[in-house]
Every structure is written in structure tokens, then in C-alpha cells.
């Protein structure tokens, strides 16, 4: 059993584990947070009492004064006031949030007696009690929950553990460790209980001000029984919302003051990790989940797609190793045990922003920052690279299982065919396949459109680049095929800018390239980066026009008619694009109308005319353009989608009429405009691609 516990660092200093200095500054602003609130709360409840014996007291009186049914019911809704008010400020000591279960099962020690025997060394090794109960559940992750209520701040509350088994399938057995001892080392014994106490008070004052359905629906059913009794109710509500408008700034600062201790306690529980386990392997955990986390939400994607043929997946996490291994041989990664390895290195690829701004509303710090912490606390480990899986009996029973819950609300009929793994990788990979771009165009038209441009300017200005190979390498090197990711992260750090500046971002400082700012500062460096912006735009339609010369150049020396054939190819590429365009902006405003009630929300019938309106409106600019699509066969690989156009097109819809909506038509309204976005997106594409392609090969026929 021994065998299957990696070491534990030796000779681990004790203050490894001790509160930062930072950690003890945040509890004594939350100490002051919660010092604050019990006052404020205090003085409320001795109000609400004296407000409800005044109630009672003067309830009696018109009940004794009057002597009729009427002074009856106005007494008692004098007296209910009071009542109804001290009931709203102490309900939350009878509310008990349960943890959702629902997608879980639960194990026990003699079905798994090597994962409880590493577990129980754990919990020794971090001096924290052994966890109430163990479950497993689907996803990329790993937790330590119970029920919250208001007696979990008093009582003691044993705790039970979440194993995710999408990290089981992503980790060796060392960061396995880590991540576990991370999640004991938030109720360790060195850890402060401060944290879960300041948690349930902020939960009260959460409770208070937007939990209360149970307590308006009794207001209303007590309003209901008599006219008179909701003139009351009404004075109640708005007693009510005097005492939460007190609770709503005091809600935002108690909340920042408990996200400040919570990112000093993720980094308190990191050391506890790595005292148990070394700095290394929570460091590698950390980047792999990142990545697995990714390659698990693009599995549930997939599964979704398929209950559309109704069909279920056999075993989401055999799959899950598919797009994993597939995600690798992408980006050129290195493997352990079906996960990427990844390295720094490959993350500041994708890190090309700027701009840091300290989020104060952040539960959980940076991996970037726990990172750091972790190096600097230079723990030793020795790793053991075995899967995680090595832990658990019937590795791929529990797969299936687990698979089945997150089915478990897909009724039988939805899920008549099951796909195995086989099935699985030969559709995924063919998919991918033909959802990517040739490989020497490195990624520069990844996830954009080429710069819109002058063809007769550009077709006539072809030049003699020599057609070497060097020559398309240069045309596509690391810092040309860089510009639009940098020209995303600019734009994006300057829209956080302009937040900033405007006070729409509560922060006092930001760093930006290194450097520290004030927030009056946000509008120069934003014109600075806005420049960029600019000056990057530039760069990338001069890239984009050498592209089309470069190969116009190789489509001529090979003859005028593959250099006529070329621009014909990129004229039309361009005028499918605006109609594309046209199309893409009619289906937006068809679900910007239909919002409302996509979101749920009540219609009054005066805006229900004026939303079928402006669907019939836009529905008859829709009709040309799915004509035009259906016409140039770009529905032809989807019947289904061609048969509900060719419909809409015959159908004149009302979508609502006096006062009820036509759900269906709503219904094939909302499905076509979806379904019509994605067939006219992928039939862009697929002529794209085949455009970049088709050009690859007249360069080889003119060298």
C-alpha cells in the first residue's frame, strides 16, 4: 500500500505552513468587517423588536377600539408588521444551503481500499480529520463541501471530499497529492477558521437580500386574504427594503474584504500542499488542468452535438483522452500518461495582454501568482509519474458510471445509440481535420477574416517575389503570424482601459507593461494603445494584401489563366463574405428581439406586437438571403436544414396575435436562424480553406 504514496518532502521547515503576514492583515480587516456588521445588525433587530412591539401594542388597540371584523384584520395587520419584520431579519438562521449531489456517487472504503488508504495518510500528513464522505463526479476538479447554515459557523461540521474524475484522468499520482493536501490544507489544522466564518455571515446578509421567494410568497398569500391585510404587507415590503438597502453596501464591502482573505487562503493551502508534497507537482497540476479543463468542456460539447442524432457517449473520459492526445500533436506537446505536459513557455503564447489589474472580487489568485509563491517556497519532490488512476479498482466501471450521470437527465429515447471511443476519435479527428487551416499558413487566418481590399490594385500590382521556399516562410514568420493576436489582446486591454477610465472597473492602480499607474492615467495609456491599435490594423492589411500578391505573382508565372482564376476565386470569396455578413447581422437582430423571451422574462401585449413586427420584418429580409444560400447549394449537405428553409421561405409567420405568442413558429423561427448561422459559417470556411489551398498548389506548379 505504501508503494502507492509518493514521498513526503523531508525536513520541512514548520513556518512553511504559518500565516503570511498578508494572510494576517486580511483577517484583521475582515475581523473589523464582521465587528461592523453584528453592530449594524444588533441595532436592527432592536428596532425591528421595538417596531414590533409598538405594532402589537397598537394592533390591540384599533382591535379593542373598533370592535368589528374590520378592526380585526387592521389589528392584525398592524401586529404582522412587526412580526414579518423580525422574521425577515432572522430567517437566514433557519436556511440550510445543500451542496447539489445530484451528479455524484458516492464511495465506500471496501470498494476502493488504496484511494481511502492514500487518502487517510493524507489527512495524517496534514493534520486534518478524514472527510465525512468520499464522491466522485464528472468533471476537471477536486472540492472539500458541506451543507452551509447558520449553526456551521458554531458547531463543528465534518466535511466531505470531491473527486473529480476528469483530474483523476489528467494527473500523475504526485499532483494527484497535491491537489488533494490543497484541498485538506483549507481546514488544516494551522489554517485559520476565520475564513468559513466570515463565509456564512456574508451568506446571511446574501440570504437577506436576494433569497426571499419562500418569504414573498407568504407575503403575498397573507396579503391575499383581505384587502386591508395587503395595505399592510405593502408598508412591510417597504420597511424591508429600507433594511436591505443598508444590507447592500454593506454586502459589497463585507464580500471584497472575504475575496481578499480567500485568495491568502488558496496560497495558505498551496503550503499546506506543498509541506506534504513538494512545490513542483501543484505547479504542474495547475498548467494541466488548465489545458484539461479545456479539452473536457470540448468532450460535453461534442456530446451535446451528438444527442441531436441521439446518441450518448459510452465513456466520456476514453474520449476525453482522445481530444487531449489530439490537443498535443496540435500545439507539439509532450504526453504523461494522456495529458499534456505544459510549460510556460507554451502559455505566454496565448498570455499577450498588458494590462493587470488586481481583481478584488477574485476568490482565487492567479495560477500566474501561485506560481510564483510556490517556486518560492522551493520544496523538493520526489515525483512519481504514475497515472492517478492507479488508485482506484475498476478505473474504467467508474468511467462508465460516471458517464451515465451526466446522462442521467437525458430521457431513454433521446439516447438510442451508444458511440464508443473508436467511433468517437474517427469523427472527432475528421472533424478537426476539416476545421483546419494548411499547416504553412501558421495559423495566421486562425479564427479571423482576411482585410477586405482593393483586388484590381492589388492583382496589378503583383510583383516578382522570388518563389522559394524561404520566401513563404518569410511571408508567414512568428512575428507576422503574431500581429492579429496581438492586435486582440491590444483591443481587448483597451476596452478594460476605457472601463477603467470611465469607473466602470473599481480599481485605484493598474499595471501595464511592467509598469505600476494611477486610474487617472487609464485615458493616456489607452491613447497609447489605441495608436498601436492602429498602426498594427495598418500592418495587417499590407500582410494580408502581400498574401494575395505574393500568389497572384505565382498564379501568373504559371499562366493567365490560373492568375484570372485566382482573382475570380478571391472576388467571390469576398462578395459570399458581405452576403455572409448581411445574413450574420438579420439572425442577431432576430435574437436580439426574441431576447426577452429566450431570457424568460414577461411581455406586456402591447410589446408582443411590436416584437412580432420586427420579427416579420426581419423574417422577410431573411427570405432572400436563405434563397440565395439554398440556390448556390450551400444547404445541401444538411437536408433536414434545406427542407426547414425552403418552408420558411413559403410561409408568411405571425408569431403572436391577440394576446397569446405562436410558440411554434417562434420555435422554427429561433432553430432556423441558429442552424442557417452555422451552415453558412462552415460554408464560408470550407470555400476558404479550399481557396488557401488551391493557391499552395500553384506556387508548387510554378517553382
Not at 400 to 417: F, I, R
Request: charged share 25%; with cysteine.
Amino acid at each position: 500500500m505504501q508503494n502507492l504514496y509518493p514521498p513526503t518532502p523531508m525536513n520541512v521547515p514548520a513556518s512553511v505552513t504559518d500565516p503570511s503576514p498578508a494572510f494576517k492583515t486580511e483577517v484583521k480587516k475582515v475581523m473589523s468587517s464582521i465587528l461592523f456588521f453584528f453592530i449594524v445588525y444588533i441595532i436592527l433587530i432592536v428596532l425591528a423588536v421595538a417596531l414590533a412591539a409598538g405594532c402589537i401594542m397598537l394592533g390591540i388597540g384599533v382591535m379593542m377600539a373598533l370592535g368589528s371584523l374590520l378592526g380585526l384584520v387592521a389589528g392584525l395587520g398592524i401586529m404582522s408588521i412587526g412580526v414579518m419584520v423580525i422574521i425577515f431579519l432572522v430567517k437566514f438562521i433557519f436556511s440550510v444551503k445543500r451542496h447539489d449531489e445530484s451528479q455524484t456517487i458516492e464511495i465506500k472504503e471496501q470498494e476502493q481500499p488504496e484511494l481511502f488508504a492514500f487518502i487517510r495518510q493524507l489527512t495524517i500528513d496534514t493534520q486534518t480529520p478524514f472527510p465525512k464522505k468520499i464522491v466522485l463526479s464528472p468533471e476537471v476538479n477536486a472540492s472539500v463541501y458541506y451543507n452551509d447554515s447558520f449553526w456551521s459557523m458554531i458547531l463543528p461540521v465534518k466535511k466531505n471530499l470531491q473527486i473529480g474524475l476528469g483530474l483523476v484522468n489528467s494527473v500523475t499520482l504526485s499532483e494527484f497529492k497535491a491537489i488533494m493536501a490543497h484541498e485538506f490544507g483549507h481546514f488544516s489544522q494551522k489554517s485559520m477558521k476565520l475564513g468559513s466564518f466570515v463565509y456564512n455571515v456574508n451568506k446571511a446578509i446574501y440570504n437577506m437580500l436576494f433569497e426571499n421567494n419562500d418569504f414573498g410568497k407568504f407575503l403575498s398569500g397573507w396579503g391575499s386574504l383581505h384587502w386591508a391585510i395587503s395595505i399592510f404587507v405593502w408598508f412591510t415590503i417597504q420597511i424591508i427594503k429600507g433594511i436591505q438597502s443598508i444590507l447592500q453596501s454593506m454586502y459589497g464591502f463585507i464580500n471584497k474584504t472575504y475575496m481578499s482573505l480567500s485568495r491568502e487562503m488558496e496560497f495558505h493551502a498551496d503550503a499546506v500542499a506543498a509541506s506534504v508534497s513538494g512545490s513542483k507537482p501543484l505547479i504542474t497540476a495547475l498548467k494541466k488542468i488548465e489545458v484539461s479543463g479545456l479539452c473536457y468542456q470540448t468532450v460535453l460539447e461534442k456530446a451535446d452535438e451528438r444527442l441531436k442524432q441521439k446518441e450518448a457517449f459510452q465513456n466520456v473520459y476514453s474520449n476525453h483522452n482522445v481530444v487531449m492526445k489530439h490537443y498535443a500533436e496540435q500545439f507539439d506537446l509532450p504526453l504523461q500518461n494522456n495529458a499534456p505536459v505544459v510549460s510556460d513557455e507554451f502559455l505566454n503564447r496565448f498570455r499577450l495582454s498588458r494590462l493587470n489589474i488586481k481583481d478584488q472580487w477574485a476568490s482565487h489568485p492567479s495560477t500566474e501568482d501561485r506560481e510564483q509563491k510556490l517556486n518560492a517556497l522551493g520544496i523538493p519532490s520526489a515525483d512519481d509519474g504514475r497515472s492517478a488512476w492507479i488508485l482506484f479498482r475498476e478505473p474504467e466501471q467508474l468511467q462508465q458510471q460516471l458517464t451515465g450521470v451526466l446522462y442521467k437527465a437525458v430521457p431513454q429515447e433521446a439516447k438510442e445509440k451508444v458511440t464508443d471511443e473508436a467511433i468517437f476519435k474517427q469523427s472527432y479527428i475528421e472533424e478537426a481535420t476539416t476545421y483546419s487551416l494548411p499547416e504553412v499558413y501558421k495559423g495566421y487566418f486562425d479564427g479571423r477574416q482576411m482585410n477586405d481590399m482593393d483586388f484590381e490594385k492589388v492583382f496589378s500590382t503583383s510583383n516578382t517575389i522570388p518563389l522559394k521556399k524561404e520566401s513563404l516562410s518569410e511571408l508567414f514568420a512568428e512575428e507576422i503570424v503574431n500581429i492579429p493576436k496581438k492586435l486582440a489582446a491590444n483591443e481587448s486591454d483597451a476596452a478594460l482601459l476605457n472601463a477603467i477610465a470611465e469607473s466602470r472597473i473599481d480599481t485605484k492602480t493598474f499595471d501595464y507593461d511592467g509598469e505600476k499607474y494611477e486610474k487617472k492615467d487609464a485615458a493616456s495609456v489607452l491613447e497609447k494603445v489605441n495608436k498601436e491599435i492602429e498602426m498594427q490594423k495598418q500592418q495587417l492589411q499590407q500582410q494580408d494584401e502581400a498574401v494575395v500578391i505574393f500568389f497572384a505573382d505565382a498564379a501568373k508565372k504559371c499562366s493567365e489563366a490560373d492568375w484570372q482564376l485566382l482573382k475570380d476565386k478571391y472576388s467571390a470569396h469576398f462578395a459570399n463574405r458581405k452576403k455572409a455578413d448581411e445574413h450574420f447581422i438579420v439572425a442577431q437582430r432576430v435574437l436580439d428581439i426574441m431576447g426577452p423571451l429566450l431570457r424568460g422574462e414577461q411581455v406586456s401585449i402591447e410589446a408582443a406586437g411590436t416584437m412580432a413586427a420586427e420579427l416579420r420584418t426581419e423574417s422577410e429580409h431573411l427570405k432572400p438571403l436563405l434563397k440565395e444560400w439554398t440556390n448556390n447549394g450551400v444547404f445541401d449537405s444538411n437536408e433536414e436544414l434545406k427542407e426547414k428553409a425552403r418552408q420558411f421561405m413559403l410561409t408568411h409567420y405571425q408569431y403572436f396575435s391577440g394576446d397569446t405568442f405562436f410558440d411554434t413558429e417562434l420555435s422554427q423561427l429561433h432553430q432556423l436562424v441558429g442552424e442557417s448561422y452555422v451552415g453558412v459559417g462552415a460554408f464560408q470556411f470550407k470555400n476558404f480553406k479550399a481557396l488557401l489551398q488551391w493557391q499552395l498548389e500553384l506556387l508548387e506548379k510554378a517553382a
